[in-house]
């Protein structure tokens, strides 16, 4: 759950991406038709040409459907703040499966589209994949550490709450290894897995499709950072996700992110547990 300060920029910064998001479509729109021997959004290796209006309407409705269930600290159940348990990280878990399992059932099914083939997975080039997640985790670690730092570095200035997000935090603090065995398993397995289907998948794709690729990533990658509900992580996630997307539309292949989205977040675990032990 969120406090106060946390909601009102987050709840804002959802808002405005959303118009900002929405104003661009009707902008590209207006350029594809001023200019249609242009393709902006069929550029990169990314396929976004199965992509159309029910898609973009499904992800509309989804972003609605966030900004209305964010809520601050204490507005659904009294002032007591949320914890992390294993039984609230099993619900994760069934959530985040359960995006990725509807967001699969609703290309193939509703929209006969072949998820393999729209996210690049039936020819896979196993030597050039593995090429491009090793200079891309080291690219990743190295610019989001500095973000990171840097990130810190600003806010410590002005904003009042610079704790970690509540699953780190409980990870650090807790004794139980059932806990921290579901943290690993969620954040380097489901979380990959469903938030690289969503984000780069279908929204990047979608976005793509109605306007360019590099307004694509900055806008979706903007969405995957807010939705982690954590301001002093925003900037970091931001440039996490937009170099995801990058490593995403040189390949074509959705692999290479939830690969390197795994790698990162056990990297950051791995830190962790070292971090506690000095």
């Known amino acids: 759950m969120l406090d106060v300060h946390s909601f009102g920029v987050l709840h804002d910064l959802s808002v405005f991406v959303s118009i900002a998001t929405a104003m661009a479509l ?4 207006i350029l594809r038709h001023l200019r249609p021997e242009v393709s902006w959004n069929h550029e ?11 898609d973009l309407l499904v992800l509309a409705v989804l972003g609605l459907a966030f900004i209305l269930s964010m809520q601050p600290q204490g507005a659904a159940s009294g002032d007591a703040g949320s914890t992390v348990s294993d039984s609230s990280l099993i619900v994760g878990m069934v959530f985040h499966l359960t995006i990725c399992a509807g967001i699969l059932l609703y290309l193939f099914q509703l929209r006969s589209l072949n998820p393999a083939e729209l996210f690049g997975l039936q020819h896979l080039h196993w030597r050039s994949l593995a090429v491009t997640v090793g200079i891309f985790t080291i690219i990743i670690l190295i610019s989001v550490n500095v973000v990171s730092a840097i990130t810190v570095t600003w806010l410590q200035n002005f904003w009042p709450d610079l704790d970690p997000q509540e699953t780190v935090k409980a990870f650090q603090e807790s004794d139980s290894i059932g806990l921290k065995i579901l943290v690993i398993f969620l954040a380097v397995v489901i979380a990959p897995l469903a938030e690289e289907t969503l984000f780069r998948g279908f929204v990047y794709g979608v976005l793509k499709r109605y306007t360019d690729a590099p307004f694509a990533a900055l806008s979706s990658s903007l969405m995957f950072a807010i939705i982690h509900m954590h301001v002093g992580s925003l900037l970091p996630l931001w440039t996490l996700a937009v170099l995801f997307c990058l490593a995403y ?18 990297v950051s675990i791995i830190a962790m547990i070292f971090g506690d032990k000095t």
């Open 249 to 266: 539309e040189i390949t074509g292949c959705l692999l290479v992110p939830m690969i390197l989205h795994s790698i990162f977040n056990g």
């Open 44 to 54: 990169g290796a990314v396929l976004s040409r199965p992509y159309g209006a029910p």
């Open 26 to 29: 009707i902008g590209y729109w």
